[in-house]
C-alpha cells in the first residue's frame, strides 16, 4: 500500500491522501480583496485533480496585510460570501478547503511579480503605509513600515482570530497560520528583523511570543475540530539568524497552543540568505522538526516525482507532501501519482474514459 496515499487525520477532518496544494500566491483579486472565477478555477482544478488539502494563498486578515493590492483577503464579510462557492466547490470533489491566514508586515504594499515597476507601491497607485517590528524597510525600494506599538501588537492578534472565525463561516475545514517568509510572525520571530526590547523582543521567548498568542488565538476562534497549521521558515539560511533548533523549540510551543501540523518551508528574512535549492531541500527541515519537537510535520521543496514524495512520507520524514510548482504545471499530479504507485487514482466519472 502507497503511504502518500493513506488518509491523514487531523482532529474532526481526514485528508483523503498526503499530497496538499502548497499555498501560492496568485496577485488576482478584486480591487477589495475578493476571490474571484479565478481562484475558484485555480483551486478548484487542483481539488479535481485529487489533492486531499487544497491551500489558498497567503490570505490577508488586515488590508494592510496584503503583499500586493492584488492579493485575496478574509477581514470582511463580502470576502467570506466570495469564498463560499470556492470551498464548496472543492469540499465537493473530495478536498479539504484549507486557508493560509497571512499578515506581511514590512513586505506589504509591494508591486506583483510581473508588474513593470518593482518594490513599494505607492499610495498614488493603491499603496500604504505598511506595519513591522521596527521601523525599518526590507531592503531599499521597499516602503517605509510603521513599528507596531503594544495595541497594534494587540490588535495584529485579534485580527487573525477573527480571520480564522470567518474561514470557518466561509466553508474552510483547516486553517493555516502564515509564519514564514520573512512575514509579519517570522519578522517577530527572526533576529535579523526584530530588534525590539519589549516582550515582543528580546530573547527567543519574546520573539516567539506573538506567533504563539496568534495560534492560541486561532485555535479559539474556529473550535476543537478544525484542524490548524502553521507554516515557518525553520531557518533563514543566515548566521545570527533563525535556526533550527529555534524551530524544534517554535514547533513545540505552537503544538501548546493548539497547532495540529507544522508545514515546514525557510528562509524569507534576509535578502543576503544562501540557500542550497536542490530536489527537496527542505526536507530535511520538516524531518528534523519532526523528530525533534514529536509534531507531524508537512514538507515542501522541489518535490516533484511520485517516488520521491513516497520515500518522503513511508520514511518518517513528514506525515504531509506539499506540492507548489509541480501542481502549477499538473494539477492532475496526485492522481497520476497514485496510478504510479499502485493506488487507486479516483479519476472523476467524466474523465475516467480517458485515463
Request: proline fraction near 8%; charge should be negative.
Amino acid at each position: 500500500m502507497s503511504a502518500l496515499f493513506t488518509p491523514l487525520p487531523l482532529r474532526g477532518v481526514t485528508l483523503s491522501n498526503r499530497v496538499a496544494l502548497a499555498p501560492m500566491c496568485q496577485y488576482r483579486a478584486d480591487a477589495d480583496g475578493r476571490p474571484n472565477d479565478w481562484h475558484r478555477v485555480h483551486l478548484g482544478a487542483r481539488a479535481v485533480g485529487g489533492a486531499g488539502l487544497v491551500l489558498t494563498e497567503a490570505t490577508a486578515v488586515v488590508p494592510e496585510g496584503r503583499i500586493s493590492p492584488q492579493d485575496t483577503g478574509i477581514w470582511s464579510g463580502a470576502q467570506v460570501d466570495a469564498w463560499r462557492p470556492i470551498t464548496a466547490f472543492v469540499t465537493r470533489q473530495g478536498s479539504v478547503p484549507a486557508v493560509q491566514l497571512a499578515h506581511a508586515g514590512f513586505k506589504a504594499s509591494t508591486y506583483r511579480p510581473w508588474a513593470p515597476r518593482r518594490g513599494g507601491v505607492p499610495d498614488a497607485d493603491g499603496g500604504w503605509t505598511p506595519v513591522g517590528p521596527g521601523a525599518e524597510p526590507f531592503v531599499p525600494g521597499y516602503r517605509t513600515p510603521t513599528a507596531l506599538d503594544a495595541a497594534g501588537v494587540e490588535a495584529v492578534v485579534g485580527a487573525f482570530g477573527a480571520a480564522a472565525a470567518r474561514a470557518v463561516d466561509a466553508g474552510f475545514a483547516a486553517v493555516e497560520i502564515h509564519a514564514a517568509h520573512g512575514y509579519l510572525l517570522h519578522e517577530f520571530l527572526s533576529p535579523l528583523t526584530n530588534r525590539r526590547t519589549d516582550g515582543y523582543g528580546g530573547d527567543r521567548a519574546g520573539r516567539m511570543r506573538l506567533a504563539v498568542e496568534v495560534a492560541r488565538t486561532v485555535r479559539a476562534a474556529v473550535g476543537e475540530e478544525v484542524p490548524v497549521l502553521a507554516r515557518i521558515s525553520v531557518t533563514d539560511w543566515v548566521d545570527g539568524g533563525w535556526t533550527v533548533d529555534d524551530s524544534v523549540v517554535l514547533a513545540g510551543e505552537l503544538a501548546a497552543a493548539g497547532v495540529d501540523l507544522v508545514d515546514c518551508s525557510s528562509g524569507g528574512a534576509s535578502p543576503d540568505a544562501r540557500i542550497p535549492v536542490g530536489p527537496g531541500y527542505q526536507v530535511p527541515l520538516a524531518a528534523r522538526v519532526r523528530r525533534d519537537a514529536g509534531v507531524p510535520t508537512g514538507a515542501v521543496g522541489l518535490i516533484v516525482e511520485p517516488e520521491q514524495a513516497e520515500r518522503i512520507v513511508a520514511d518518517g520524514e513528514a506525515d504531509l507532501v506539499l506540492l507548489g510548482r509541480e501542481l502549477l504545471r499538473d494539477p492532475y499530479w496526485p492522481r497520476r501519482a497514485a496510478t504510479k504507485l499502485g493506488a487507486d487514482p479516483g479519476w472523476p466519472d467524466p474523465y475516467a474514459r480517458a485515463c
